[in-house]
C-alpha cells in the first residue's frame, strides 16, 4: 500500500527537486556548479612545422608508389619474379609426372601385394561388399581411429577460440538478436521443411548402408552436418536446441569416440595377438553383417555430423 | 576420356583461373562453391560416389558455409554500405536488390 509521504520528506526528494526546477522556483545547480568557457585549442608554429616535416619523411620511407621510386621498380621485379617462379614449378612437376612409369605398362612397380589382398580377400575377411568401406574401417582401422581423433581435437581448439560464456551470450543475443537469428524467410522455411526430412535420411541411409553401398560413416556424417546446418539456418537455434543443445552434443561426441576406440581396441588386440575374434561377420550383403564395420560407421558419422555442425554454430554465434 | 569429362575439366581450369582474378571476396566463394560442384560431377565420372558425395556435403556445403560465416563477421560482405560511403552509387547499387540485407 503506498503511504502519503510528510511536506518535510517530500521536499527531500529529487521529484520535488525536479517540479520545483521545471517550474522556475530555483535552478538546483546554481552555486554547486561553475561554468567556464572553453579556451581553443592551438598549436604554435613549430608543432605545425614539425608536422608538416614528418609528412615529407614518411612519404619518403612508407610504400607509396607513386612518391618512391625504388618501390616502383621492386613491384615490378617481384611481379615478374613470381610469374616466372610459377612457370618453372609448373614446368618442373611436369618434367617429375614425364619420368613416372605409364599407367598399366610393365615396367610399373609390382611389389605392392597388399592391394591384391584387399581386392581377393577383402570379401571374405570383413564381410563388407563395399571394399573401401571394408579396408578403411577394418585392415586400416588405425588410421581412420586418428582422423577420428583429429576431428576430435579441431572441434576442441574452435571451441576454446570461440565458444562465449553463457551470460555474455544471452546479453549479445538480446542486444541484437537478428544478427544470430535468420529473419523469417518463408522460400526458406518451406524448402527446408521439404528438404531436410530428406537429407536426414539420406545421411542416415549412407550411415548404416556403408559396408554395402558407396558411402560410409564420413560421408553420412557431412551430409547429417550439412543438412543440420540448413535446418539451423531456417528455424533458428532455439527450435534446434529442442533436440540439440550442449548436452545432447557432448555426450554423443565422446560416446562416438570412446564407442570407436573401444570397439577398435579389441580389434587390434585381438588381430595383433593372433586370437580369434567372436563378432560374427554375417552373410555379406545382409544389413547387419561384416561385424565391426556398422558399429564404427554409425561412430564416425556422428562424429563427424557434430564436428560440422558445432563448427558452424561456434563461428556463427559462439555457442551450441 | 570421354568429351563430358573433358568439358567438365575445362570448367574446373576456368574456375580455378576465375577465383585468383576475382576481386571480391564473395564472389571467390561462390566460385570456389561450383568448382567443388563440378569436382563431385567427376568424382562421379571417376566411378566413386563416396568422394563425390563428401565433397558435395563438405566442398560445396559446409566449407563455402563456413567463409560465408567468416566475410560476414570480418563485414566483407555489406558491399552495399561501402558502395555509399566512397561514393561510386552508379556502379555497385544497381546490382543490388532494393533495401538488401545491409541494414545491420
Known sequence: ?320 | MTTFQIILLVFLIICTIAVSFTRELLNAVLVYMSFSLIMSIVWVTLESPDLAITEAAVGAGVTSVLFFITLKKIHAIDTEKEARKSGDMETDIDMLPEGGQGDE
Open chain 1, 1 to 320: 500500500m503506498s503511504r502519503r509521504k510528510t511536506d518535510e520528506e517530500y521536499s527531500r526528494t529529487k521529484t520535488y527537486k525536479f517540479f520545483r526546477w521545471l517550474s522556475g522556483v530555483k535552478d538546483p545547480y546554481i552555486d554547486s556548479l561553475e561554468l567556464q568557457p572553453q579556451e581553443e585549442k592551438k598549436e604554435s608554429e613549430e608543432v605545425i612545422l614539425e608536422h608538416l616535416h614528418d609528412e615529407e619523411l614518411a612519404l619518403e620511407k612508407v610504400y607509396d608508389v607513386s612518391h618512391n621510386r625504388f618501390v616502383n621498380v621492386f613491384e615490378r621485379v617481384y611481379k615478374l619474379v613470381a610469374a616466372l617462379f610459377c612457370v618453372l614449378m609448373l614446368v618442373g612437376l611436369l618434367m617429375c609426372v614425364s619420368f613416372l612409369p605409364e599407367n598399366g605398362s610393365a615396367d610399373t612397380v609390382r611389389s605392392n601385394v597388399v592391394v591384391d589382398r584387399y581386392i581377393e580377400n577383402g570379401l571374405e575377411e570383413t564381410g563388407a561388399v563395399n571394399i573401401v568401406s571394408g579396408m578403411i574401417l577394418t585392415y586400416r582401422a588405425f588410421d581412420t581411429f586418428g582422423e577420428t581423433n583429429v576431428l576430435f581435437i579441431a572441434t576442441c581448439c574452435v571451441m576454446i577460440m570461440l565458444m562465449m560464456d553463457e551470460k555474455l551470450l544471452e546479453k549479445a543475443e538480446k542486444q541484437n538478436d537478428r544478427r544470430f537469428e535468420p529473419k523469417d524467410d518463408v522460400i526458406l522455411r518451406l524448402v527446408a521443411s521439404f528438404l531436410c526430412p530428406i537429407i536426414f535420411i539420406f545421411a542416415i541411409y549412407i550411415m548404416l548402408n556403408g559396408h554395402l553401398s558407396p558411402g560410409g560413416g564420413f560421408s553420412g556424417g557431412a551430409v547429417l552436418g550439412a543438412g543440420m546446418i540448413l535446418y539451423v539456418n531456417a528455424f533458428g537455434f532455439k527450435k534446434t536446441q529442442r533436440f540439440f543443445n550442449e548436452q545432447i552434443y557432448k555426450v554423443a561426441k565422446i560416446t562416438a569416440l570412446c564407442m570407436y576406440g573401444l570397439i577398435g581396441s579389441y580389434f587390434y588386440i585381438t588381430g595383433a595377438n593372433g586370437i580369434a575374434n567372436h563378432i560374427p561377420l554375417g552373410i555379406p550383403g545382409h544389413i547387419l553383417s561384416s561385424g565391426i564395420i556398422l558399429p564404427i560407421n554409425v561412430a564416425v558419422g556422428l562424429e563427424v555430423a557434430c564436428t560440422m555442425y558445432a563448427f558452424y554454430a561456434l563461428f556463427r554465434r559462439g555457442g551450441l
